[in-house]
């Protein structure tokens, strides 16, 4: 079946300008999971959506972020006024539930902020 | 602060050896799971161990978890050149996010 997809895979803008990035999860996944990887490290947490629950939004590093799901499908992951210190390569992520279960990774999007 | 950590930062080995990653972590945990990563886009699931087991494997791999000493390692064996990638550690403590580390990154010489 498909896999987690992600759009645009890369994308370049100017400091300043707002960006949305989105993200297609697995069908019938009800978990759905965005981190962010800076160059040569780890994934950041940022944000997880498990059904109609609230979501935990505990990972985002500062206000400019945000993000929305429309029901157990796509979410979108909003950065305004973005900044140089934004460019990572955003990753999404879905399982069949939350926690304990293994996460599907899409490919990601490659931001970079001139 | 990362709560898994991997261990080495990196390793080059011949095509044929084996190649162990170690992961330590802090808290307690709900499961482990290792993650390889090729040219720093989209992770793969490799395998997934939970904190009531102590080994399990799948092909080449296999990962051995000591909930005492907070660590886990991941063996591949006959290596390939294939297999060169970044593989990450990953911590779930019920929590539902997972905590990743730093990552080692793998270089098999054909």
């Known amino acids: 079946g498909a896999g987690v997809s992600q759009s645009p895979s890369n994308k370049v803008t100017e400091k300043g300008k707002d960006v949305e990035l989105r993200c297609d999860p697995i069908?019938?996944?009800?978990?759905l999971y965005w981190y962010r990887q800076r160059l040569g490290q780890g994934l950041e947490f940022l944000i997880y959506?498990?059904?109609?629950?609230?979501?935990?939004k505990s990972g985002l590093p500062s206000d400019r972020f945000s993000a929305e799901r429309t029901g157990e499908s796509v979410s979108t992951l909003t950065i305004q006024r973005t900044q140089q210190e934004d460019s990572a390569v955003y990753l999404c992520?879905?399982?069949?539930?939350?926690?304990?279960?293994?996460?599907?990774f899409g490919p990601g999007t490659r931001l970079t902020v001139l | 602060s990362q709560q898994g950590e991997e261990d080495p930062q990196a390793l080059s080995i011949q095509e044929g050896e084996n190649a162990t990653m170690n992961c330590s972590y802090k808290?307690?945990?709900?499961?482990l799971q290792w993650y390889r990563q090729n040219s720093g886009r989209g992770l793969v699931h490799l395998i997934l161990?939970?904190?009531?087991?102590r080994e399990k494997h799948s092909g080449r791999l296999r990962v051995t978890l000591d909930t005492s000493k907070k660590s886990s390692s991941l063996l591949i064996t006959a290596s390939r050149a294939a297999d060169t990638a970044s593989y990450f550690c990953a911590t779930d403590d019920s929590g539902s996010r997972l905590t990743f580390g730093e990552g080692t990154q793998l270089t098999v010489n054909p």
């Open positions: 959506f498990q059904g109609n629950s609230a979501p935990d």
């Open positions: 992520a879905s399982s069949l539930v939350a926690s304990g279960e293994s996460q599907y």
């Open positions: 161990i939970r904190s009531n087991e």
């Open positions: 808290t307690s945990i709900n499961n």
């Open positions: 069908s019938g996944h009800t978990a």
